[in-house]
Antibody, heavy 121, light 111 residues
């Protein structure tokens, strides 16, 4: 079954870091770029960054590049995203999403179930 | 990089057609054919409805169609059905430093 399975909900205090995981199954992990997208409560979608699972190269949204790190573990087909220096504004559901084309057309056809991150003192 | 501009809400009666616009700039909508549209029901995961401006993924109803003219992309839903009531987001690659941008989102209501 082709799917992305994300780690469970997190509760963090301001200033802390959080590391989320996204495990791919049912397809060739290294063939498709993986992106991270978040959605604050009642708000729209925000693209955060992308990783090329083959090369490990990454690209981040300018507004987040100082606080976000995306990495991958190829043997386990898992992508990780760490967000540091958490603020209340980082409270959101975080999704991983697969690029639908191996050549990367920046259209996401497969999504994880989402991970809720709550940042509160 | 600002979000692409969409109307906050669009409504229609069952069976009618509606169109959602998505306005950007030469650096995003106007510059690339990577426009995608996503449908999101409350509490659910976004679903890809249109990719590369006008292509439908397998399994998506042909009542959904996409187009682009200049810096504006559009999603048309024909034969509106109750199940189409959801939020819709456009998105595209951008040459700005942020690389990728979503629209502000449009709530579709079937009245």
């Amino acid at each position: 079954q082709v799917q992305l399975v994300q780690s469970g909900a997190e509760v963090k205090k301001p200033g802390a870091s959080v590391r989320l995981s996204c495990r791919a199954s049912g397809y060739s992990f290294t063939n498709y770029y993986l992106h991270w997208v978040r959605q604050a409560p009642g708000q729209g979608l925000e693209w955060m960054g992308v990783i090329n699972p083959t090369a490990g190269s990454t690209r981040y949204a300018q507004s987040l590049q100082d606080r976000v790190t995306i990495s991958r573990d190829t043997p386990t087909s898992t992508v990780y995203m760490e967000v540091s220096s958490l603020r209340s504004e980082d409270t959101a559901v975080y999704f991983c999403a697969r690029d639908m084309s191996p050549s990367s057309n920046w259209c996401f056809d497969l999504w994880g179930q989402g991970t809720m991150v709550n940042v509160s003192s | 990089q600002s979000a692409l501009t969409q109307p906050a809400s669009v409504s229609g009666s069952p069976g009618q057609s509606i169109t959602i616009s998505c306005t950007g700039t030469n650096s995003d909508i106007g510059g690339y054919d990577s426009v995608a549209w996503y449908q999101q029901h409350p509490g659910k995961v976004p679903k890809l409805m249109i990719y590369e401006v006008s292509n439908r993924p397998s399994g998506v109803s042909n009542r959904f169609s996409g187009s682009k003219s200049g810096n504006t992309a559009s999603l048309t839903i024909s034969g509106l059905q109750a199940e189409d009531e959801a939020d819709y987001y456009c998105s595209t690659y951008t040459s700005s430093t942020t690389a990728y941008v979503f629209g502000t989102g449009t709530k579709v209501t079937v009245v």
